[in-house]
């Protein structure tokens, strides 16, 4: 079944104690992203990556690493959690350019909380 | 300025009625992508519809259609025949070809199908 899996789907953690969400996807796809979803505020994308080795700055990267050395595989981490960082974040995928057969995947959402 | 505008926070239907929910976009490319999503309580994110700049024709799935108006930058979704199961948030987005195939998603617009 094609999908974008994320772990952990729930967290709670600490401001200060680093942590990763991972995001894989089994559809061969080059182009990878995360975003978050606020109440108010819509889906606002964080980083992206065109293809292994290639991310880009989103809207909203600050506090934020991403890498891209696989092409299933983009984890997030946020190396310094803060509270303004809990949110619900979807990682997503697609093939590159524009057309009805480029959607984004997303996957099932990790909300985060930090305290 | 903002890319997507979304300015119906709430909206309600009565069931077996068509709604219209607004989107407009701001964008200099001439190559550029809509689509809509649909994310139902539950979370996950259930892509709808898409619309290319250079599609002649509005773009239809089902009970869901695209009321295209380039000139206007607008990209409305009309759903026809609402049902129970419409009821949830939805988010208009864009991606240009020229900006690195950013997304860019509204704020969105919750949608309450009434009996």
């Known amino acids: 079944e094609a999908q974008v899996t994320q772990n952990p789907r729930y967290l709670i953690t600490v401001t200060g104690k680093k942590l990763t969400v991972t995001c894989s996807q089994n559809m061969n796809h080059e182009y990878m992203s995360w975003y978050r979803q606020d109440p108010g505020l819509g889906l606002r994308q964080i980083y992206y990556?065109?293809?292994?080795?290639?991310?880009d700055k989103g809207d909203v990267p600050e506090g934020y690493k991403v890498s891209r050395k696989e092409k299933r595989n983009f984890p997030l981490i946020l190396e310094s959690p803060s509270p303004n960082q809990t949110s619900l974040y979807f990682c997503?995928?697609?093939?590159?350019?524009?057309?009805?057969?480029?959607?984004?995947?997303f996957g099932p959402g990790t909300r985060l909380t930090v305290l | 300025a903002q890319k997507i505008t979304q300015t119906q926070p709430g909206m309600f239907v009565q069931e077996k009625e068509a709604v219209t929910l607004d989107c407009t976009y701001d964008t200099s490319d001439q190559s550029y992508g809509l689509f809509w999503y649909k994310q139902p309580s539950s979370g996950e994110m259930i892509f709808l519809i898409y619309?290319?700049?250079?599609?002649?024709q509005n773009a239809t799935e089902g009970r869901y259609s695209l009321n295209f108006q380039k000139a206007r930058k607008s990209a409305n979704l009309v759903i026809s025949a609402s049902q129970l199961g419409d009821s949830a948030m939805y988010f208009c987005a864009m991606r240009e070809a020229n900006t690195g195939n950013q997304f860019y998603f509204g704020t969105g617009t919750s949608l309450t199908v009434i009996p």
């Open positions: 990556s065109m293809n292994v080795e290639v991310t």
């Open positions: 997503a995928s697609s093939l590159p350019g524009l057309s009805s057969y480029n959607e984004q995947f």
């Open positions: 619309q290319g700049s250079y599609d002649e």
